[in-house]
């Protein structure tokens, strides 16, 4: 069975950071790219950042780009988001996802963890 459980997500004020892990099962961790989305009340699910399985490639949304850093431990099964310079903007519930290699769509979600950014 494949787990994608999340921690992390809280209430902080703008300008704070968070850290932000998904721990994954049920699949071979390794061979998998690894995404966050995130979905603010109101709006569709948006992609944040992913990290190929050899660690050599990180993609970023622009809206996070110098503020958000994605990494991976395959020892532990392990994605992380650290978010520095938050915004009222990045409010939302952040989503874990794995994706296959060679597929178009992400196979697995999380459950999400919500972030939530006062000003």
């Known amino acids: 069975q494949v787990q994608l459980v999340e921690s992390g997500g809280g209430l902080v004020q703008a300008g704070d950071s968070l850290r932000l892990s998904c721990a994954a099962s049920?699949?071979?961790?390794?061979?998998?790219?690894m995404g966050w989305f995130r979905q603010a009340p109101g709006k569709e699910r948006e992609f944040v950042a992913s990290i190929r399985r050899s660690d050599s490639t990180l993609l970023y949304a622009d809206s996070v780009k110098g503020r958000f850093s994605i990494s991976r431990d395959n020892g532990l099964n392990m994605v992380y988001l650290q978010m520095n310079s938050l915004k009222a903007e990045d409010t939302a519930v952040y989503f874990c996802?794995?994706?296959?290699?060679?597929?178009?769509?992400?196979?697995?979600w999380g459950q999400g963890t919500q972030v939530t950014v006062s000003s």
């Open positions: 049920g699949i071979p961790f390794s061979t998998y790219r």
């Open positions: 996802a794995a994706k296959n290699y060679g597929r178009q769509e992400y196979d697995y």
